[in-house]
């Protein structure tokens, strides 16, 4: 495997490992036959695996090995936040209304997260996501402004920003960043959700990187929870003497 620069290869084992899997209940080779196949160390693929395991794609059976489970994606409620994949999938289910696209001066965290010169300014979109239970999610999202033209004329409505950059320039988005907190809605975002002010949401701070480690998208969203739940699955690794 040829390794991308700037990438950790845990990384981008468990993104080959990912992509490779076949169907549910499918034997996952040993640590020792990944360590072949990749060459590197023990503790990289280790590092690989637990990645998947978090994810809720792969499982450990003592005594037998590893193994796949069932795809996310066959439970619509299922999202296990930190998944490019995922949040692909979320924009191809859910509609999107545009409040605004424009190119506007970034605040200095915005600027930090993009790797801009202080001052600079980049492309922003913002709206709202609704599904079915109505509108669940408010997206403010940053783009360096070299690739704001592919997207100035995208329909967003029923796509991901990323998904957009992904069919519209030569863009691949590998891995994300991402901060969770919990806080209560300001105001003009209660209006756009149809919620009371300071109603209780989950604030996501995602910035998504290129293969070669540069980032691409800084997206800010409120989300409520309760009209489009995620459910994460955890694990906790094997003890290893």
Not at 140 to 162: F, G, H, M, P
Request: glycine share 8%; aromatic share 8%; proline share 7%.
């Amino acid at each position: 495997m040829d390794f991308q620069p700037g990438i950790p290869r845990y990384i981008q084992i468990a993104d080959a490992i990912r992509h490779g899997l076949k169907g549910e209940g499918e034997r996952i080779p040993s640590e020792h036959e990944l360590c072949a196949q990749f060459g590197v160390s023990r503790p990289t693929v280790r590092q690989a695996l637990d990645i998947l395991v978090q994810e809720g794609r792969l499982y450990r059976h003592a005594g037998r090995g590893t193994f796949s489970t069932p795809s996310p994606g066959g439970d619509r409620r299922l999202r296990v936040i930190g998944s490019v994949a995922d949040m692909i999938a979320l924009g191809e289910e859910t509609w999107f209304k545009l409040v605004s696209r424009e190119v506007v001066p970034v605040p200095a965290n915005i600027a930090q997260a993009l790797r801009l010169p202080p001052g600079s300014s980049a492309f922003r979109v913002s709206g709202v996501r609704h599904a079915e239970t109505g509108p669940f999610m408010h997206v403010t999202a940053y783009v360096k402004r070299e690739l704001a033209e592919a997207l100035s004329e995208e329909d967003l409505s029923k796509t991901s920003l990323v998904g957009a950059l992904e069919r519209q320039t030569d863009v691949t988005v590998k891995f994300l960043e991402q901060v969770v907190d919990a806080v209560l809605a300001p105001r003009h975002v209660a209006e756009l959700l149809q919620l009371r002010p300071r109603t209780p949401l989950l604030l996501f701070e995602r910035t998504y990187f290129s293969a070669s480690g540069e980032p691409v998208e800084h997206a800010v969203t409120y989300q409520a929870t309760r009209r489009y739940p995620y459910r994460v699955v955890l694990s906790r690794p094997e003890r290893r003497t």
